[in-house]
């Protein structure tokens, strides 16, 4: 149990749709992450938020957005999906900041799949 | 997108064997975290190293943090069954929650 959350557990849409998954972060976590996670494959950053702004962005189309709340959950926006968007989706929480001496350590939650058809 | 080359790529063994796996870059990291994936979950936090050179232990699993900072590797020993899974290495930064993934060890375990 690592205290990250995330729904829905499992989604089917349809190519073209839009999407949102939420995550809610660790307690007394600041920075929320996102992975891609394909069958076979390990996570793939998305972005990173980090006190409600992007703090950080992976190889990733302008179609993947999110936002971070003032209680740090957290949401992913997928728009005009694609087949090959079809993947786990997991949220990650760690204790962010600005000191090189912090200890970040990141858990994940169990990940939202989704199936684009 | 980028990855760590993660070693080896799956592995069946005997229960009660001792197993290594590691993870090499070509990239400097300040972590590296150790993670255990089962099927339809999410990853599971086994080990996390801070400091080259750093070696910690888990119960029976044990991982080292490389000098160089390009490399980090995982032993189990004494396995069991429910050792079964994959594993995956990642590299990080401290105060950032992006992490570069290997691509995973497969381990198998015949009782």
Redesign the interface.
């Known amino acids: 149990e690592?205290g990250?959350t995330?729904s829905p557990t499992h989604l089917i849409k349809t190519r073209g749709q839009q999407v949102t998954l939420r995550c809610s972060s660790q307690s007394g976590h600041n920075?929320?992450?996102w992975?891609q996670q394909a069958l076979g494959?390990?996570?793939?950053?998305i972005f990173?938020y980090?006190r409600e702004e992007e703090?950080?962005r992976?190889?990733f189309p302008p179609r993947f957005s999110g936002l971070q709340f003032p209680n740090y959950s957290s949401e992913l926006n997928v728009n005009a999906l694609e087949l090959d968007d079809s993947a786990?989706y997991?949220c990650?929480?760690?204790r962010?900041?600005?000191?090189?001496?912090?200890?970040?350590?990141?858990?994940?939650?169990?990940?939202s799949?989704l199936t684009v058809v | 997108g980028q990855q760590l080359n993660q070693s080896p790529q799956s592995m069946f063994i005997q229960e009660g064997e001792d197993v290594s796996m590691n993870c090499t870059s070509s990239s400097i990291f300040n972590t590296w975290l150790w993670y255990k994936q089962d099927p339809g979950e999410g990853p599971v936090l086994l080990i996390a190293l801070y400091k080259a050179g750093e070696l910690t232990s888990n119960g029976r699993l044990t991982a080292q943090f490389g000098i160089t900072r390009k490399d980090s590797f995982l032993n189990i020993s004494a396995s069991i069954p429910s050792d079964v899974g994959i594993y995956f290495c990642a590299g990080g930064y401290s105060n950032t929650g992006k992490l570069i993934f290997g691509q995973g060890t497969t381990l198998q375990v015949k009782p």
């Open positions: 690592t990250v995330q920075t929320v992450s992975y494959q390990g996570p793939q950053f990173q980090y703090n950080g992976g190889n786990l997991l990650a929480s760690s962010g900041g600005t000191g090189s001496n912090v200890r970040n350590t990141i858990y994940f939650g169990e990940g799949w």
